[in-house]
């Protein structure tokens, strides 16, 4: 620096220039603007349907046999789904025999029988009503 800088510097006038920044401050408020009223109404309905029951008979045929056992009775025995009950009878004579009369052949069958049936069913209905609010709107 010469001695002309040295008067530059003492014949200058400082500034200031202000440095501005804005800002920003958001506040929310919550306002009501409405109301909702909600009903629900049940209907009940009726329908029918098909529904399956089963249910067993048994079917008892008497087969005479009329045969005489010198041993003990038999025993009930199985052919396939049938059962087979020996029925016997002691008959008196100078000797007594066990005589086979008759056998019983037991078939059990399922039966399958649809009906109908009627039966309540409900379903509900949603029904929503707006109601204005009487506040004025503050924005």
Do not use: C, F, W
């Not at 500034?15 to 408020?29: A, D, F, L, S, Y």
């Not at 005479?64 to 008959?91: F, H």
């Not at 019983?104 to 409900?122: A, C, G, M, V």
Request: proline letters at 6%; a negative charge.
């Amino acid at each position: 620096m010469g001695p002309q800088d040295e008067t530059l510097h003492t014949d200058r006038e400082e500034r200031v220039i202000p440095v501005i920044e804005e800002q920003v401050h958001v506040n929310k408020k919550v306002v009501e603007s409405g109301k909702v009223r909600i009903s629900k109404n049940v209907h009940e309905d009726e329908v029918l349907i098909n529904v399956p029951i089963v249910h067993e008979e048994v079917d008892v045929q008497r087969i005479p046999i009329n045969q005489y056992v010198d041993q003990a009775p038999p025993a009930v025995r199985y052919e396939g789904d049938k059962m087979i009950v020996t029925v016997l009878r002691e008959e008196l004579v100078l000797v007594k025999r066990i005589k086979v009369v008759e056998e019983l052949h037991i078939i059990n069958r399922k039966i399958e029988d649809h009906t109908t049936q009627p039966i309540n069913l409900r379903r509900e209905e949603i029904n929503i009503e707006r109601v204005q609010n009487d506040e004025p709107d503050p924005r």
